[in-house]
């Protein structure tokens, strides 16, 4: 049974950093390109960063420089460090393993003042 489990969110100010994680099981995890998109209300889920198996890295525009993912084989975990957090930033994010149809349930990033 594949699970993905994320954590991290939380409500934050303007400027603040947050940085979520992903367990992954049931999956050999060192083989999977992970991902993490986002989904702010009423607009459509968007990919925000991606990690090979290679450990190669491409993000969205609009976090390049701000965001970074990573990932840690031996804890089946992928990260998302993001830093300089804006308004624009909240939504819910999610993980999942690329080319599957495998997803977390999701973890809520608000960013406010």
């Known amino acids: 049974q594949v699970q993905l489990v994320e954590s991290g969110g939380g409500l934050v100010q303007p400027g603040g950093s947050l940085r979520l994680s992903c367990v992954a099981s049931g999956i050999i995890f060192r083989r999977a390109a992970m991902a993490w998109y986002r989904q702010a209300p009423g607009k459509q889920r968007e990919v925000v960063a991606t990690?090979?198996?290679?450990?190669?890295?491409n993000y969205q525009g609009s976090v390049k420089g701000r965001f970074t993912i990573s990932r840690d084989n031996a804890k089946n975990t992928v990260y998302l460090q993001m830093n300089s957090l804006n308004i624009e930033d909240t939504a819910v994010y999610y993980c999942?393993?690329?080319?599957?149809?495998?997803w977390g349930q999701g973890t809520q990033v608000t960013v406010s003042s």
């Open positions: 999942t393993s690329l080319g599957t149809s495998y």
């Open positions: 990690i090979t198996d290679g450990f190669n890295t």
